[in-house]
Structure formats: structure tokens, C-alpha cells
């Protein structure tokens, strides 16, 4: 199974990038995995959020494929402690051919996104910067990998 990531613009904080090029290249240990970068919207001043969704939202739908199985990372989203993470990349391992994680913009995502996306999973309750979230589900991805494999990263 191939594992995408899509992110809306860059990772502004270099200390953060460091950490996501870290983790996703220890991912690329267990799986075929990828971010890619949709780049920000241009001259959004003028533009409402609902306006700046939906725009973005286009350049998300344009990167999915119609077979992909879709993940939104969304502050509704279903919340799961990390074996329960596991146990579900483990199912979807077996059932999708390619698994596209997405990460919108500063305002979430355009009402076509959610209705093209296959889940939702939240973080946590707490609210992180859309740039945090990034590092954090790395994190968790990685983490994910390691206890499928029964490596000793995890700790419960």
C-alpha cells in the first residue's frame, strides 16, 4: 500500500520540517510514503475563508485519485490512541491500494473535501497550529509503523 500525505503550503517553521523529513524517511522504512505540498493560495486578502476552502479545496481533489482512500485530518474527527492507530493502518493495509492523508489550510476544508473523503481522524481535543499537526501525525504514523512490527519504540 502506498501512503501519501497532502499538505496545503509549506512547512513555515524549520525546526518542524526537520522533524517531518525525520520521521517520513523512517516511515519510508516500513512503507512507500510520501508528502506532497499543494503551494498557498496567492493574493487570499481579498478573498472570504469559505472562498480561500473551496480553492484550496479544488487543488486537493485535483491530487486524489478516484480509487484512493482518503483520510481527512479534521478537529471532528474520530480520536484513537496510538495501537488503536496501528490496528487501523494495519486493516487499511490490507484493503487500500493507496492511502491519501490530508492536512488542509488554516481554515480546514471545502465541502467537497468531506464529501470525497472516505474518514476523518482527529489528534486530539486540543487544537494545534495546522503546521504542528503536520509533525505530530508524522509522529504518529511512524509510531503506528513500529508497533505493527512489535518494535519497542511504543511503550503502553
Known amino acids: 500500500m502506498k501512503t501519501e500525505l497532502i499538505l496545503v503550503g509549506r ?25 506532497s505540498v499543494i503551494p498557498e493560495l496567492r493574493s487570499t486578502k481579498s478573498l472570504s475563508q469559505e472562498q480561500q476552502k473551496q ?3 479544488d487543488l486537493i481533489l485535483h491530487q486524489i485519485q478516484p480509487q484512493d482512500t482518503v483520510v481527512l ?5 474520530k480520536e484513537m ?4 492507530l496501528a490496528r487501523w493502518l494495519e486493516r487499511k493495509q490490507q484493503t487500500a491500494r ?10 480546514g476544508f471545502s465541502e467537497a473535501v ?6 476523518q481522524l482527529s489528534l486530539s481535543r486540543l487544537t ?3 503546521q504542528m499537526v503536520r509533525l505530530v501525525f508524522t509522529e504518529q504514523l511512524y ?14
Not at 524549520?14 to 525525520?22: E, L, S, V, Y
Not at 490512541?81 to 488503536?84: A, G, K, M, N, Y
Not at 493507496?98 to 481554515?107: D, E, K, M, S, T
Open 11 to 35: 512547512t513555515a517553521d524549520k525546526h518542524f520540517q526537520a522533524g517531518i523529513d525525520d520521521y517520513a524517511q523512517r516511515i519510508g522504512h516500513y512503507m512507500p510514503f510520501s508528502i
Open 114 to 119: 468531506y464529501q470525497r473523503a472516505n474518514e
Open 55 to 57: 480553492q484550496e479545496g
Open 98 to 107: 493507496r492511502l491519501v492523508f490530508v492536512i488542509g489550510g488554516p481554515y
Open 128 to 130: 494545534f497550529s495546522h
Open 81 to 84: 490512541r496510538s495501537v488503536e
Open 73 to 77: 485530518l479534521d478537529e471532528h474527527g
Open 143 to 156: 509510531r503506528a509503523c513500529t508497533i505493527i512490527r512489535g518494535e519497542p519504540y511504543h511503550h503502553e
